[in-house]
Nanobody, 122 residues
Framework: QVQLVESGGGSVQPGGSLSVSCEVLGYTDNTYCMGWFRQAPGEERKGVAAVVKNGKTLYTDSVKGRFTISKDAGKYTLYLQMDNLKPEDSAMYYC????????????????WGQGTQVTVSS
């Protein structure tokens, strides 16, 4: 069974930067597509960024040019660098992984961690 452990996040003013990371533990074969989704209170979860094993990346339109996803395959660690943060980026961020990217498009599939809070406010 795969376990995803997030770290990082926190609070920052608009325009600031934060990073979150995710360590993948255990059974890693079903990690073809990994990344992050976020969920704010009262809202549905939304895929933010994903990377597949061939290196292709996916980003939701609202974060393109501001967020960068990367991975250290040797360490099974995933990173999300978030720059020029906006208040609407505030949410709980969850690391997710599955054999497909269906979770990125909203499917309730795959594995995810406990989440880490990102708050952007002045």
């Amino acid at each position: 069974q795969v376990q995803l452990v997030e770290s990082g996040g926190g609070s920052v003013q608009p325009g600031g930067s934060l990073s979150v990371s995710c360590e993948v533990l255990g059974y890693t074969d079903n990690t073809y597509c990994m990344g992050w989704f976020r969920q704010a209170p009262g809202e549905e979860r939304k895929g933010v960024a994903a990377v597949v094993k061939n290196g292709k990346t996916l980003y939701t339109d609202s974060v393109k040019g501001r967020f960068t996803i990367s991975k250290d395959a040797g360490k099974y660690t995933l990173y999300l660098q978030m720059d020029n943060l906006k208040p609407e980026d505030s949410a709980m961020y969850y690391c997710a992984g599955d054999w497909s990217c269906r979770w990125f498009y909203g499917a309730n599939s795959g594995h995810w961690g406990q989440g880490t809070q990102v708050t952007v406010s002045s």
